[in-house]
């Protein structure tokens, strides 16, 4: 069974720059999540897709990041502009049913 | 809300010696609980799983990890660490409500291993 498939893995920007990532889930899987990963802390969740509808975004910061899931499959994470303090991993993960999520390796932004 | 601790920022262990990471939680009703290992520049690993029934759960690479709800805690223990076992250790607790599930992570324990 092939695994959540992110890219870019690294991206290095500078600070008001607009980035995007792609999470690719695994097949069948309804559930989408986007992570924050700032350095030495847990991952905390941004969004949530049940399908292409968003289940929970209150820790999304909207006046800078956006995230689509079209047609309930594939999803982007957008920033615009970048903010120093957004340098962190960006994780994707997806479930299938329940909280048994499976992630994806990440992709780790450096905003200069 | 629900939370998470994780007392340990690190913890120094020597190759064989036993191993117990602990975690402390926060949740009103009985929560899912899970332990997730990340190793440098990799995404997540599921650990293992708490959701209902035996309160000792056996999980990958010869982890376990034991509920006791008196506590609050889902300590996770291992009888002889591998240096390969060095890596960053998440515990996290879900909820589920009426198909909104949620994870919420605590801060991670880093595990270094000595020989």
């Known amino acids: 069974e092939a695994g959540v498939a992110q890219s870019p893995r690294y991206k290095i920007i500078e600070k008001r720059q607009s980035v995007a990532f792609w999470c690719n889930p695994i097949?069948?899987?309804?559930?989408l999540y986007w992570y924050q990963q700032i350095l030495g802390q847990g991952p905390k969740l941004l969004i949530q897709?049940?399908?292409?509808?968003?289940?929970?975004d209150s820790q999304l910061p909207k006046d800078r990041f956006s995230a689509e899931r079209l047609k309930g499959v594939d999803s982007t994470l957008k920033i615009q502009p970048a903010k120093l303090e957004d340098s962190a991993v960006y994780l994707c993960?997806?479930?299938?049913?329940?909280?048994?999520?499976?992630f994806g390796q990440g992709t780790r932004l450096t905003v200069v | 809300a629900q939370s998470v601790t994780q007392p340990d920022i690190h913890i120094t262990v020597s190759e064989g010696a036993s191993l117990e990471l602990r975690c402390n939680y926060s949740?009103?009703?009985?929560?899912?609980l899970f332990w997730y290992v990340q190793s440098p520049g990799q995404g997540l690993q599921l650990l293992l799983k708490y959701f209902s029934g035996d309160t000792l759960v056996q999980g990958i690479k010869g982890f376990e990890a034991e509920f006791k709800r008196s506590q609050s805690s889902f300590n996770l223990r291992k009888p002889s660490v591998h240096w390969s076992d060095a890596a960053e250790y998440f515990c996290?607790?879900?909820?589920?409500?009426?198909?909104?599930?949620?994870?919420?992570f605590g801060t991670g324990t880093r595990l270094t291993i000595i020989p």
């Open positions: 897709f049940q399908n292409n509808g968003v289940v929970d």
């Open positions: 097949s069948g899987h309804a559930t």
């Open positions: 949740y009103g009703a009985t929560p899912y």
């Open positions: 993960a997806t479930s299938e049913r329940g909280l048994e999520a499976f």
């Open positions: 996290a607790v879900g909820i589920s409500n009426f198909g909104n599930e949620k994870l919420t």
